[in-house]
């Protein structure tokens, strides 16, 4: 492996399998950084034929001997945590795994959680629609965060300041929980006692993250920085407002994750085979019947944090170059090709058709997505098991011309292709 720090991102909607990858390449890699997102994330990982679903957690956990950074651009949510590390088993403390904690990374409080879900109710109930949200507290607690009365981590471990910010925090919450939605606030004294508690589990994996990556490249590791949801969830970038809190591209894990951007060697998209959403939003690929019903069950498609059932179609082109372009992506990991094994009248967007005039470029304007239609492309189907390929010259020929019209079209080269939910599941092409 060529590049010592790589950032990798998910280049559609989120749940482009961002996690198996980054399990296959750990191995290589010395240090593990997630730079954004929270519990609204779930990266999933089979490892002989046992699932792991990290929520919080870097996806590099399982190997042995490595670090694994919860960066300052996350926010935490403690018992989800505490729950995660519990689950792992071996042990990281025995598989000689190092997890460090950034000081500066936020924590989602109860009253986050709350206000999430009262608001989803209200935009729900008053018309005005629901985001579609995930309820984990993710969005108010970043708007704390940016509003300057945020409990940061390292506010666990000092009692008194912990006490001043939450007194802060509930003169503002409980006026708004009590008088425009009517319901009761929180008490002071019982959510001191719990951060407290949090405190103490907390403590010893507290660091200074900034300078664990930065002696991490001085003493010439291999660094992989592993990014949540997608590009086109991105709060900038993405199809707004039906989008995530945080930074999910590429420039985020400078923000998120303490490190240059001139010090990235290398952008790592992973791109689905095909298309999903989960929530609310423009989707211009989206099946609603038989192929979108098909591709659901084929792919599994549920959201690992909320269970619920992923919206399927077909793989967009033009929001994938999109992604390109916005990411500085050099390298695509294409994840489920397998899934396309016996889908007939396979399809691929090349351009939309959006009040009669024909859009090749991706338009980063929610109003001007919502009336896109697709234009398709017909590929050929294979119905071949492809899930024992490991090298690409195993793969159909119809298989291999897709992967390359992917190529083609972005000129980015696919380094990797999984066929199936398994480590062991990936044709690698060469980073």
Partial sequence: ??????????????????????????????????????????????????????????????????????????????????????????????????LLISYAAHIVMPYHKKLDALAEEARSANGSGPIGTTGRGIGPCYVDKYNRIGVRAEDLVSPEILRKKLLAALQEKNPIFEKIYGVPGFDLDELYELALGWGKFIEPYLGDSTLEIDAAIASGK???????????????????????????????????????????????????????????????????????DKLRKNGVEFGATTGRPRRCGWLDLVALNYAVKVNGIDSIALTKLDVLSGIDGLKVCDAYEIDGVKYSAFPNSATIIQNAKPIYREMPSWSDDISRCRAFGDLPKEARDYVRLIEDSTSVKVSLIGVGPGREDTIQTGF
């Fill in 1 to 98: 492996m060529n590049d010592r720090v790589r950032v990798l991102i998910g280049a559609q909607w989120g749940d482009e399998g961002k996690g198996r990858v980054v399990d296959v390449l750990a191995k290589d890699v010395d240090v593990v950084v997630r730079f954004q997102g929270g519990a609204n994330a779930g990266h999933t990982v089979v490892v002989e034929g046992r699932k792991h679903v990290f929520h919080i957690l870097p996806s590099g956990m399982l190997y042995p001997d490595r670090t694994c950074v919860i960066g300052n651009g996350l926010v935490i949510d403690p018992e989800e945590l505490k729950k995660e590390i519990g689950e792992l088993d071996p042990k990281p403390e025995a598989i000689g795994v190092k």
């Fill in 222 to 292: 291999n660094i992989l920085f592993e990014g949540a949801q997608g590009t086109l969830l991105d709060i900038d970038h993405g199809t707004y407002p039906f989008v995530t809190s945080s930074s999910c591209v590429s420039g985020g894990a400078s923000i998120g994750g303490a490190l240059g951007p001139g010090r990235f060697n290398q952008v790592i998209g992973v791109v689905k085979a095909y298309c999903t959403r989960v929530g609310e939003g423009p989707f211009p690929t989206e099946e609603r019947g038989e192929v979108g």
